[in-house]
C-alpha cells in the first residue's frame, strides 16, 4: 500500500534529482564573469632578447581579477612556464636559432623525453601565443616564448600507446583580464589563438594530425563587450555572436571564466561531451609573415598529411583553451 505522503516523498527526490542533472549538465557550465582590468601580479614572465640585447616582442605579463561571484582567477591563464622545462628550439629568434629549413635542423640533438613507455615519437609545434604538452597526463614541455616574438618548437618523447595527448593554449594578452592588446592603432586589440601539431613516430610515419577530430573547450573567454552574446548551453561556450572589434574603453569590458577541471590532462578524463575543435586555416592565422611557420611548411602543410590550426569555435575571443587527443 503506498501512502500519499510516499509519494510525495518519491516525487520529491526524483524532483531534486532531475534538478541536480539539469544544473549539471546545463546551468553548471555558466561562467563566472569579470569586469574591466585585473591586477598585475608578474609584471613579465619572459622577454626576448635579441642577439644584439635589444628587446623584442612582448612580454607576458600575469594578473588576477576577482569575478562577480567572488572568485579570483588567473590572467591570462594559470601556466608552469617558470618552473617546468621548455620545449626545445625548432626556431626561435630569441635563442638565435633560426635555421631556413627541417633539413638544417639537427635532430639527433635534442634530448628524448620521459612519458613512461619505449616507443619514441617527435612533435613539430606552432602555438599563437603558449602551449603546454603532456603526455598520459605528464607535462612534457612548455613553450619557451610565451607571448611573442612567434616561434616554433620540436618535442621528442618516449610513451606508451595509447597516448593520450593534451595541450593548454594561451593566447596571451597584454591588458590582463580583458583580452586585448596594443595594436593595428587602438589600445584594445583583440589577439587570436590558434595550434598546429604533427606527431611522427621513430620511423618518421605521420601517427596525429592537429584536425577537427581533437577535442577543445575554452575557459576563458574576452573581450565581451556585451555579456549576453555569450551562449552557453551545456558544454558549448558559443560567442560566435560577439563583436570582435577593438574596444575604446578597457573598464567596460567583460571576461567570462569557468573552473578547469583537475584531471584534465589525464588518460581517464571523460572528455566526450566537450566539442570538437575547430579548424582554421592559415591564412585566417595570419602565418604568412612567421618564419617560425614558414621555415617548416613541409612539416606543417605536408601534402598529404597537412596539420591544420586549430582552436576553439572562436579563435579571436577565446583565450585559454585546452585540448585532447588520443593516439591510440
Ligand atoms: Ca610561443
Ligand atoms: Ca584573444
Ligand atoms: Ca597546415
Redesign the pocket.
Known amino acids: 500500500m503506498i501512502s500519499s505522503e510516499m509519494l510525495i516523498k518519491t516525487g520529491a527526490v526524483l524532483l531534486i534529482g532531475f534538478l541536480s542533472i539539469l544544473s549539471f549538465g546545463v546551468f553548471a557550465q555558466s561562467p563566472s564573469f569579470t569586469k574591466g582590468p585585473g591586477e598585475i601580479t608578474n609584471k613579465g614572465l619572459y622577454q626576448c632578447k635579441s642577439s644584439f640585447g635589444w628587446s623584442r616582442g612582448r612580454v607576458s605579463a600575469v594578473g588576477k581579477i576577482t569575478s562577480e561571484d567572488g572568485k579570483e582567477w588567473i590572467v591570462p591563464a594559470e601556466t608552469h612556464f617558470l618552473t617546468a622545462r621548455k620545449a626545445p628550439d625548432l626556431h626561435n629568434v630569441c635563442t638565435g636559432t633560426t635555421p631556413g629549413s627541417l633539413a638544417e635542423v639537427d635532430r639527433s640533438r635534442i634530448p628524448v623525453f620521459d612519458a613512461g613507455g619505449l616507443e619514441e615519437f617527435v612533435a613539430y609545434i606552432f602555438a599563437d601565443n603558449y602551449f603546454e604538452l603532456f603526455v598520459n597526463g605528464k607535462l612534457i614541455a612548455v613553450d619557451p616564448v610565451p607571448f611573442s616574438p612567434f616561434n616554433s618548437s620540436v618535442v621528442r618523447f618516449k610513451a606508451k600507446r595509447p597516448v593520450t595527448v593534451a595541450f593548454k593554449l594561451v ?1 596571451s ?1 597584454e591588458n590582463l583580464g580583458v ?1 586585448t592588446e596594443s595594436s593595428w592603432g587602438s589600445d584594445h586589440h ?4 590558434g595550434l598546429v601539431a604533427h606527431f611522427k613516430d621513430k620511423s618518421g610515419k605521420t601517427v596525429l594530425l592537429t584536425d577537427d577530430s581533437w577535442r577543445a573547450q575554452t575557459f576563458y573567454t574576452a573581450p565581451l563587450k556585451d555579456r549576453s552574446c555569450l551562449k552557453v548551453i551545456g558544454n558549448r561556450r558559443d560567442s560566435s555572436a560577439c563583436d570582435t572589434e577593438a574596444a575604446d574603453d578597457g573598464t567596460q569590458i567583460s571576461g567570462a571564466h569557468w573552473a578547469i577541471p583537475m584531471n584534465w590532462m589525464k588518460a581517464e578524463f571523460d572528455d566526450s561531451n566537450w566539442p570538437n575543435a575547430v579548424t582554421f586555416t592559415n591564412q585566417t592565422v595570419g602565418v604568412g609573415n612567421k618564419r617560425s611557420y614558414t621555415s617548416f611548411t613541409d612539416v606543417f602543410d605536408t601534402p598529404g598529411a597537412d596539420a591544420l590550426f586549430i582552436w576553439s569555435s572562436n579563435l ?4 585559454l583553451v585546452l585540448f585532447r587527443k588520443v593516439l591510440e
Open positions: 593566447d594578452e583580452g583583440p589577439g587570436d589563438g579571436i575571443l577565446d583565450n
